[in-house]
């Protein structure tokens, strides 16, 4: 198959276009690098099947003119192109923090995606997030809850970015028969993921091997749901085509295996030996205390659920970590 990837050179991306290559599909990867990495980008580079641009997708001259000389470099005069992956937005509370602005556009740019992927009567897979439930009243969270999101904080540019990306879908799939998919994908962590991320599964890690302070902000009895990308990604693929075309979502991917920020660091250290010492700072504002999916509708729809423990996947995290800082 021809595959598009919005966002190829980041975390999700990266492993997304690894599974993608080892399938034989012919993958075009789209980053303007402001949270992916160039190292991401250039990985696959020996693979003649694969193929990277370095472009903005809120830039509607990239998007119409520039991004066309490289879907006709790789797929051909007459491209037919078969599946489109969006996940391109910074998705990091530090990071989509430093342009809320661009964030925002960020969001709404998935009306060009809509578009694009209309015209080439492709299939869409577009990334939204757990963060469109807020700081949620009800635990788990099921697709049926509406959440409890702040509109004005700093938290907003990202959550209600999501929120409206949906709703541009929603719209483009009832009017346009746009055929698409929503995944909201809760905490996910594993192998190229950004050392500076800012997460607090890269944080923690990369600050033990390090040596260097482990940062809590906030409670540490907080609570995450930490998903191995591996099983983020068979997910991702089976929604894509595995469920009819009617059934668009959204549809929660995650690891329902709740732990405490606490139990998250006491694992980290039981698998590194460090000199680092725990360190409580600041809340961040709006900071949800507690997140686990309901993934009832993706066993159903997918039969499907995470295979991968916190602590096996923390190992090969680690491993990954040692070999890049
Ligand atoms: N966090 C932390 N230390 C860090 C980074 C994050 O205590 O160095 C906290 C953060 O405030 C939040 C939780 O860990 O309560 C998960 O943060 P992350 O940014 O990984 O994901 P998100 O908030 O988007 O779920």
């Known amino acids: 198959m021809n595959i598009i990837v919005f966002g190829g050179a980041g ?10 290559l080892s399938e034989n599909h012919k993958v075009l990867s ?12 250039l990985l696959f580079n020996e693979n003649e099947n694969y193929s990277f641009i370095r472009g903005d997708i809120t830039d509607e001259s990239f998007m119409e003119v520039i991004l066309d000389i490289s879907i006709k470099k790789l797929f051909g005069e007459n491209p037919n192109i078969d599946e489109i992956y969006n996940l391109a937005c910074p998705a990091s509370p530090p990071k989509y923090q430093i342009d809320p602005f661009y964030t925002i556009y960020t969001s709404i740019a998935i009306d060009t995606i809509s578009k694009m992927t209309l015209k080439y009567n492709a299939k869409l897979l577009h990334t939204s997030t757990s963060e469109v439930y807020g700081d949620p009243e009800i635990h788990p969270q099921n697709e049926k809850y509406r959440g409890c999101v702040n509109t ?13 990306a949906e709703t541009f879908l929603y719209e483009h799939i009832t009017k346009n028969k746009l055929k698409c998919k929503v995944v909201r994908i809760f905490n996910t962590y594993g192998p190229y993921m950004d050392p500076n991320d800012g997460r607090v599964v890269s944080n923690f890690i990369c600050q033990a091997l390090k040596n260097e302070d482990i940062t809590v902000y906030g409670d540490e009895n907080k609570t995450r749901s930490f998903q191995y990308i591996d099983d983020l990604i068979d997910g991702m693929i089976l929604f894509m085509r595995n469920t009819s075309d009617d059934f668009y979502g959204p549809l929660n991917i995650g690891n329902p295996d709740e732990f405490t920020l606490k139990e998250l660091y006491e694992l980290v250290l039981k698998n590194i030996d460090t000199k680092s010492n725990i360190v409580y700072k600041e809340e961040m504002k709006d900071d949800p205390k507690k997140r686990r999916p309901d993934i009832s509708l993706a066993k159903e729809k997918l039969n499907w659920e995470p ?3 916190l602590n096996e996947g923390l190992l090969k995290t680690i491993n990954y970590f040692k070999s890049v800082i």
């Open 30 to 41: 789209v980053d303007n690098l402001f949270t992916g990495q160039i190292e991401n980008a």
């Open 152 to 164: 004005m904080g700093p938290r907003s540019c990202y959550d209600e970015g999501k929120r409206i």
């Open 307 to 309: 295979k991968v423990k």
């Open 11 to 20: 975390f999700i991306g990266t492993n997304l276009i690894k599974r993608l």
